[in-house]
């Protein structure tokens, strides 16, 4: 009998604690430094996001810093997104604050709550939680558009705004280049009583779509043109997954994004580099609604850090959206993808990414983080705490010649192992050896190179947890391939018994009786593409994929994985970290993924 198998070890604690210092950056010195000024110490929080008005009746907040993490709920999040959760979060908890999360969903045509119900998933099984003070702080920025058509009218009617008639098409000829100053449009100069008369019509739905925009009135000869008067609301008859047919209008993105910041409370608004441009026009948005006295005091303010970007993976959810229409991995979460659903069906833990995310630190140039890195950090944090297992990925047979006289007839003899090597509390796990086992083909070579200490004919090895063998030859098929290998057992040399080690081996080999193995599907995963930087200067990508990303083998394991649970993971002894599939395994039909290699660059050697 199997002793029960615990299923999932309780974790050391491998998240960074209290006395392991964090590795400081340039927002932790910015927050620090607002800290120790009391920048955002005399804010008032009203229990809900609001205008200044609103908050005024509050309590003094109780949040220290707020920061934010804001998805637009149009596809997976990827571990891009990971990277900005574990900061946006991880901050907030580090200095006493609180992080929303805020669905931008301004954009009616492209959003879906099947989006909005993974993005939930995904973040808590990252680990983090939005509720604090009793107070659920999961919001939508389209619970804003009261106040951001209100903000709208205030700039009209402060003449800060006007509507504009000309097409896209002449707006982008007008907006000029670098090099050019734009052309201030033909309807700068409406009055502010027109261009209220104009934007309520908008409002009420007169007009088609793309028939006429509100722009803020900045200044067209700005270097940067950003602040060209961008457009920030446009007619959109589209129906919103949250507010249906109530508006057709909609806020831009850069007119949108500040006003839900400010309405929050948000005190650092952290966000990628290509927003650096975007932050003149988020400052210039603050000063209005300040003089209009419409936001609490002070406004929030943008930092931007550089994206990640893995070697060997794309981020950008309308690629990764490319692969799984054009049917080049089998789903948004196939373990090959990036996304958090496909990391995590792969063998990831939130554990190995709040790792990786603290590792690659945060930086405010752009470049590229090794694969590796990733990977070793699920090695480290599985290390920890997968039990360990043996399997055959490559199975050929091994007979012991001698099993019936040295042992007996038919006997199985009991073998055990200690569940984790560096954690004895665990237990023992159990199978037993007979005549017949199963050996990675690999193990076996008929003339051995230099250096290789496995099975040849005349050596000894010990079959690990096991007996001391010599190797006497190998049987071949018409073909000349193995069939089989053989062996002679040397008495009294069982694992752990007194006198075991009078021989000395060179070699250990892992290996799984005939008798109690279990056959088991294993997908073998390697790299989606084969080019470190498949998108990288224009390329396409899709030129790059690896064909061989995927081997799918029939092993047999160790009897005590008969129990594992899908999401369970195992470190398969001298193979590497393997979790039971938590779509596809059964226990009538178990099927493992490979998650990562024992050391870097392994690969698994099978026969093809
Ligand atoms: P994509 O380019 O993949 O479509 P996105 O930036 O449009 O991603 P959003 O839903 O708008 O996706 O992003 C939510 C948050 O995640 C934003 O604050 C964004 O800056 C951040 N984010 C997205 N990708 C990355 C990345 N690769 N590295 C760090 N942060 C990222
Ligand atoms: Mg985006």
Known sequence: MNSPRPHTLSSPDIKSSPETP??????????????????????????????????????PDPAKIRTRFPPEPNGYLHIGHAKSICLNFGLAQDYAGVCHLRFDDTNPEKEDTEYVDSIIDAVRWLGFDWNSDTTCHLYHASDYFDFMYRAAHYLIREGYAYVDDQSFEQMRINRGDFNTHGINSPYRQRTPAENQHLFEQ????????????????????????????????????????????????????????PIEDALENITHSICTLEFEDQRPFYDWLMERLLEGGLINAPAPRQYEFARLNLTYVVTSKRKLAQLVSQGHVQGWDDPRMPTLVGLRRRGYT?????????????????????????????????????PRAMAVLDPVKLVIDNWDDVMGKDVLDHCSAPLHPQRPDLGQRSFKMGKEIWIDRSDYQENAPKGFFRLFPGNQVRLKYGHVIECTGATQDALGHICCINAQLVPDTKSGTPGSNIIKVKGVVTWVSVADGIPAEVRLYDRLFTVAQPDAGGKDFLEYINSNSLKVVTAILEPSLATAHGDDKFQFERHGYFVADRVDHTREKPVFNLAVGLKEGWSAAIST
């Open 22 to 59: 964090k590795v400081s950056h340039f927002l932790r010195q910015v927050i620090e430094s607002d800290l120790a000024n009391g920048t955002y110490a005399k804010r008032r929080w009203a229990g809900t996001p609001g205008d200044a008005s609103h908050h005024e009746m509050g309590l």
């Open 202 to 257: 908008m409002r009420v739905g007169r007009y088609n779509d793309g028939a006429r925009v509100l722009r803020a009135k900045i200044d067209m000869a700005s270097p940067n043109i950003n602040l060209r008067d961008p457009v920030i609301y446009r007619i959109k008859h589209a129906k919103h997954h949250i507010t249906g047919d109530r508006w057709c209008i909609y806020p831009m993105y850069t007119f949108a994004h």
């Open 350 to 386: 939130p554990e190995s990414l709040q790792l990786f995310s603290d590792r690659v630190g945060v930086s405010k140039s752009d470049s590229w983080i090794n694969d590796k890195t990733l990977e070793g950090c699920l090695r480290e944090t599985l290390d920890k705490t997968a």
